[in-house]
């Protein structure tokens, strides 16, 4: 069992930066593939980045590609997501994820998520 807690959204500027975090419970953090999602207004939950146990191996959506950076720290128990560049279309509830799988799709912990609201 993980559990997931965020942190680190708020209200930015466009333009502007955010880092978010998700702290993991347990002691087999590194066991885990960790993703970051999100979710906006009225539309579906979408991948943003997944990086895999070690940290040694990310993926991007092609929409944050180069804008977005998703690091680990396993002895920390964290991961990291820092957006920069932000656009007010990155709005969303962003929620991290863990699955001992590493993918862009089905995860099997999540986090209750974190609100970014990037103005114009």
């Known amino acids: 069992q993980v559990q997931l807690v965020e942190s680190g959204g708020g209200l930015v500027q466009a333009g502007g930066s955010l880092r978010l975090s998700c702290a993991a419970s347990g002691r087999t953090f590194s066991s885990y593939a960790m993703g970051w999602f999100r979710q906006a207004p009225g539309k579906e939950r979408e991948f943003v980045a997944a990086?895999?146990?070690?940290?040694?191996?990310?993926t991007y959506a092609d929409s944050v590609k180069g804008r977005f950076t998703i690091s680990r720290d396993n002895a920390k128990n964290t991961v990291y997501l820092q957006m920069n560049s932000l656009k007010p279309e990155d709005t969303a509830v962003y929620y991290c994820a863990a699955d001992r799988r590493y993918s862009q799709g089905e995860y099997d912990y999540w986090g209750q998520g974190t609100q970014v609201t990037v103005s114009s």
């Open positions: 990086i895999s146990w070690g940290g040694s191996r990310t």
